[in-house]
């Protein structure tokens, strides 16, 4: 084999690797099985670009699929896909590179219903030592049920500060849900309960540190 | 201008489709077409409408608002606007209740000005794919020369047989002191037994029989109607029928042909008339096919929970009564809808595998619209639908 072949071979692969590798990224087998042609082949650039930033595929991919389930026309499941792709880029870059997948879906989740991404920030550094999804999400949630997103944001990174517990953080959302549905306001809702849900948080801490374990406190007289 | 103005309601109405979207179902449609209408004593007219509408419907509550404008063969232009709300109860056994109200304005081809408001309260008792309903209302309508006051009392029936959806009903209505109709001919007089002054004109009673079927297959839906009105003070009878066909060539756009009669407006003092159209229909989405049946008669879902099991799968339970089939599709199951199994009287139970986080999920009761399960916060999704969001800890 001379030279010249050689490079003409290795010019060959190098083109057909290059031609193939877009459409590699949407080779997922749920989207080759439920989705058409046409489709995927839109889809295979967004894939493909969201791989190569490090992007999480999977909520793309779910998100091909949920359209396709629900019958949307190609235009729209690509224009949805690539939408958030691109909030997923911004979520990440709030949430620093070391963050789960969750938490990005989290995040993104939170940015689509109007949380600026530097309280995403903020909530990742307050609470730095552990997952943050659960407090994304009752973020989005309560945005989602008509809580202003700054004082949603403003709730939520409150009980961040003093170091809640996620069932803490779904314990706001259970109160501020059941007060909307009795008729209150919930602006006003989320006020009342976020201040009663930190004093509890801080409450709860303070009883702790104060009993000695194996001693039962005596009865109040 | 008036008719520009009514186009731009029309256009508002669509626009404004994306924010009533939050929790419901909202199809917005542009009907357009070109046909023939001829009103009692008038010569057939042709004319180009043009039709706005949207819908929003939830499992407790509709609202559909529309506007027409009609470009008549005289040059001129009539026009329409009309709004309608229902509010339904959650059911108590077979039993639920249904409050509505609504508003109808139109500028007529003679520049006349014409209008009514109205509200009824409904009791449905629902099962099987059949249902009965008993209401009573009133209104006041504006005829460009007086208001007048009607109140009427309904029965009516519905039954799914198959493919074909059959609904009848039977009403009576009071109106305080109708004047000529111009319809049935000749124009009577006041010697009649009508009234031309409705201040000093007394209730007079008009008997309605209405029927209806609408067949549905694919892409296809046909329907039937036809009615028919007893003057109690005359004894006269008027009666209409007709008949509409839609084919949906794709899930936005729809080939419409429609051809009958309607029956006078006794209240806005409107003569009956006869018409027929075709035209096309482009629409956000393909609307749920109604199969006839009333919105209240739709099963409601309740008491949506979610049961950690000893392993990662999770328990959703629901109850829906009445539901034939319930079904789940979300994140955790590819968007592939899963059937629930019927695990007791109107329960429905099924065990998938749902991690900690949030979660995207519809549900589907009886092959309806896919939408959000009770207690589950509903945002829109990309899809002109709905989708709950699930928080699992």
């Known amino acids: 084999m001379t030279l010249r072949s050689r490079c003409l071979m290795l010019a060959a692969a190098l083109g057909l690797s290059l031609a193939l590798a877009p459409a590699a990224a949407a080779q997922d087998p749920r989207l080759e099985a439920r989705v058409d042609g046409r489709t995927r082949a839109q889809l295979a650039p967004i894939l493909d670009s969201a791989r190569r930033a490090g992007l999480p595929l999977e909520p793309l991919i779910d998100k091909a699929l949920e359209g396709d389930s629900k019958g949307a026309p190609r235009q729209r499941i690509v224009a949805a896909v690539r939408a958030l792709a691109g909030t997923l880029g911004v979520a990440r870059d709030a949430l620093g590179r070391g963050a789960s997948e969750p938490e990005i879906v989290a995040a993104a989740d939170a940015i689509e219903a109007g949380i600026p991404p530097r309280q995403v920030e903020v909530l990742r550094h307050l609470l730095l030592s552990r997952p943050i999804t659960v407090p994304l999400a009752v973020l989005a949630d309560l945005v989602a049920r008509g809580v202003p997103p700054d004082t949603a944001a403003y709730a939520v990174l409150n009980l961040a500060r003093v170091q809640a517990a996620d069932a803490q953080f779904v314990g706001l959302r259970i109160d501020v849900e059941r007060d909307i549905g009795s008729g209150i306001a919930p602006a006003t809702a989320i006020a009342v309960r976020s201040e009663a849900s930190v004093r509890d948080v801080e409450t709860r801490r303070a009883e702790s540190r104060s009993a000695v374990p194996g001693q039962e406190t005596p009865p109040t007289p | 201008m008036r008719h520009a103005r009514l186009a731009l309601v029309g256009g508002a109405l669509l626009a404004a489709a994306p924010a009533l979207a939050a929790g419901a179902q909202v199809v917005s449609i542009i009907d357009a077409g070109t046909g023939t209408v001829r009103a009692a004593n008038a010569q057939a007219t042709t004319a180009i409408t043009l039709t706005p509408s949207v819908r929003r419907e939830r499992p407790t509550s509709l609202l559909a608002a529309s506007g027409t404008i009609s470009f008549l063969e005289s040059g001129r232009a009539a026009s329409q606007g009309e709004i309608e709300g229902s509010f339904f109860s959650g059911a108590r056994g077979p039993v639920r209740a249904e409050l509505s109200g609504g508003a109808i304005g139109a500028l007529h081809e003679n520049r006349a000005r014409t209008g009514e408001y109205h509200g009824r309260a409904r009791l449905h008792i629902l099962g099987g794919g059949r249902g009965v309903w008993l209401g009573a209302g009133g209104g006041r309508a504006w005829d460009s020369d007086a208001w007048r006051t009607s109140l009427a009392a309904d029965i009516g029936a519905w039954a799914r047989l198959g493919a074909v959806t059959v609904t009848g009903s039977f009403t009576r209505i009071a109106v305080q002191g109708v004047g000529y109709i111009p319809d049935p001919e000749p124009p009577l007089a006041s010697g009649d037994g009508l009234y031309s002054d409705p201040l000093v004109a007394p209730l007079r009673s008009f008997h309605d029989a209405l029927g209806s079927a609408r067949w549905t297959r694919g892409p296809l839906e046909l329907d039937v109607f036809a009615g028919a009105r007893r003057d109690a003070g ?160």
Do not use: C
Request: without cysteine; glycine residues 12%; negative net charge.
């Open chain 2, 234 to 393: 005359l004894q006269a009878v008027e009666e209409w029928l007709g008949a509409s066909g839609t084919l949906w060539l794709t899930g936005n756009f729809a080939v419409v042909a429609t051809a009958g009669g309607y029956p006078s407006d006794i209240e806005q003092q409107l003569p009956s008339g006869r018409y027929a159209t075709i035209g096309i229909r482009v629409a956000t989405r393909q609307p749920l096919a109604p199969r006839g049946a009333p919105v209240v008669a739709r099963p409601l879902a309740s008491d949506f929970q979610v049961i950690p099991g000893a392993d990662s799968t999770r328990l959703i339970r629901m109850h829906v009564p009445g539901a034939r089939k319930v079904e789940l599709m979300g994140d955790f199951t590819d968007w592939r809808a899963v059937e629930l199994d019927r695990t007791g009287v109107d329960r429905w139970e099924v065990r998938v595998p749902l991690r900690a986080g949030a979660h995207r999920l519809n549900i589907r009761i009886d092959d309806g619209e896919w939408g959000v399960p009770p207690g589950v916060t509903a945002i829109t999704d990309d899809f002109s639908g709905v989708v709950g969001v699930l928080i699992v800890q």
